[in-house]
């Protein structure tokens, strides 16, 4: 891709399309088959072979994502769990403990929970409110910090400067889930992370169709995590890859338009008699507010809120709904919505979503691309009266 193409729009049509296009064909074509003409090779991770995610449908892929958020390499996967997974035994090894942000998405808690202790592997969750207290949950065998740049479903923002400065002063891999602010809003290795993961299931990919995951970073660490991959087998098939590189070329008209609508629906539910709180870093009583505005473009296309008349009200007021599809997930075209107790961390404990602040009440939104002014007034209409 020509050196002056500097731009995400740009890249996000340009970067990584074979030259010249194949056959002419302006779209990539879906590569429908598991393996290739065999040439000679002493890297067993060089065949040319689908589970070794390097079709030509991977490679485009792997290109795109990497220039868009300025890494030496990307690999894509099966799902975001995959991504996550992967990546994380890729960074650690047996007897290996890694410090992990204290709210977190339900399926990386529950791998954390349930799995590591089984691989000989340990955690702690650290309070990401107050970095003073991160060096004390230091042990000489921790290799790694993971957060998020959002957490889900909170919408906390952690003081990401100071997880790249710990990680780099105490020789730490620093991981970021980038999901919820997309590289729109947020390119991670630019502020010094050294590995960003996508749930591509939601804004990359943006039509909730595939399940997919992404992992963009240097070239030595991706080698790793990718040669990892292999063995595991959790790759992502040529048909979702294609639809992956199709969705992911509107990324940025999709989430500029997100930001904007959560942005006045979040000011709509704070100026609402029936709401008790409501959390998205764009508002400006968010307690990260001067963070989420330091360190992003845009403040992204998920909130979360509560009712004043507790769980009777947050269930009337879903069923009132009419525009917002009552699913799990996020980052679609289409608004979703959700009460996180029951879907994303219904396998966290009761006693640790209250640890955390996550209230059976709660309410997560993702706004999709639908007009504001229709989405507030399927809102005020579904508040009457509660």
Known sequence: MPANFKQLETKLIHAGEPMPHIQGS????????????????????????????????????????????????????????????????????????????DCLYGGTYGLLSQDFSELGLSFDFFDSSNPKSWKTMLRPNTKAIYVEAITNPLMQVTDLEAVTDFAKKNGLISIIDNTFTSPVNFRPLKWGFDLSIHSATKYLNGHSDITAGAVIGSRSLIKKISNKLDHFGGILDPHAAFLLHRGIKTLVLRV???????????????????????????????????????????????????????????????????????????????????????????????????????????????????????????????????
């Open 26 to 101: 302006v779209s990539i074509p879906i590569f429908q088959s598991a393996t290739f003409e065999h040439t000679e090779d002493t890297d067993y991770h060089n065949i040319k072979y689908l589970r070794l995610s390097n079709t030509p449908n991977h490679l485009a892929l792997h290109q795109k994502l990497a220039s868009l958020e300025d890494g030496d390499a990307a690999i894509v996967t099966g799902s975001g769990m995959a991504a996550i997974s992967t990546t994380l035994l890729a960074c650690l090894s047996v007897g290996d403990h890694l410090l992990a942000q």
């Open 256 to 386: 500029k338009a997100q930001n904007q609508s959560a942005l006045q629906v979040a000011q709509f539910l704070q100026a609402h008699p029936a709401i008790s709180i409501v959390n998205y870093p764009g508002l400006k009583n968010h307690p990260n507010y001067q963070l989420a505005t330091h360190l992003f473009d845009g403040y992204g296309g998920m909130l979360s809120f509560e009712l004043h008349s507790g769980i009777i009200g947050a269930k009337t007021f879903l069923e009132n709904l009419v525009l917002p599809i009552q699913a799990p997930s996020l980052g679609g075209v289409e608004s979703l919505i959700t009460r996180p107790a029951f879907t994303t961390h219904c396998g966290l404990s009761k006693e640790d979503r209250q640890r955390i602040g996550i209230s059976e009440d709660l309410i997560r939104f993702s706004v999709g691309i639908e007009a504001t002014s229709d989405l507030i007034q399927d809102f005020e209409d579904a508040l009457k009266g509660i």
